[in-house]
């Protein structure tokens, strides 16, 4: 299973990738198996400024429905809307094509509340 090293996660199975104030996010190689044939992604809070963990969206599989959490605080300022067309790139490039939003960060203390990829690989038990 992928988990790569230079990316941060979240106990919702999420990962985030930073650059300067700005962090990419995507879910879990683990997230998309468990989910199955991801079939459409909604992000309705784009532009808005959101807490850490709150809703930003959901994730629709063949048999369930997902909700995303934001692992960061800041303002979404772009989503991925090649998902709209395509949502099965979270299921086959989760941490490449499959990225969801980008979240202008607003408070970089709450980095230090994710979890390194050895963190993560002992939550899934991988």
Known sequence: MSIPA?????KDHEWVSLEGDIATVGITHFAQ?????????????????LEKDEVF????????????FLPLSGEIIEFNDKLES??????????GAG???????????????LLSS???KELIGA
């Open 118 to 120: 050895e963190s993560y």
């Open 99 to 113: 990225w969801m939003i980008k979240i202008k960060i607003s408070n970089s203390e709450e980095i230090d509340s």
């Open 33 to 49: 198996k468990e989910l199955g044939d991801i079939v459409y992604v909604e992000v309705e809070t784009l532009d808005q400024t």
């Open 6 to 10: 230079n990316l941060k996660y979240t």
């Open 57 to 68: 969206g959901t994730v629709e599989a063949v048999k369930t429905v997902s909700d995303l």
């Open 86 to 95: 395509t949502p099965e790139s979270v299921n086959s490039d989760p941490y």
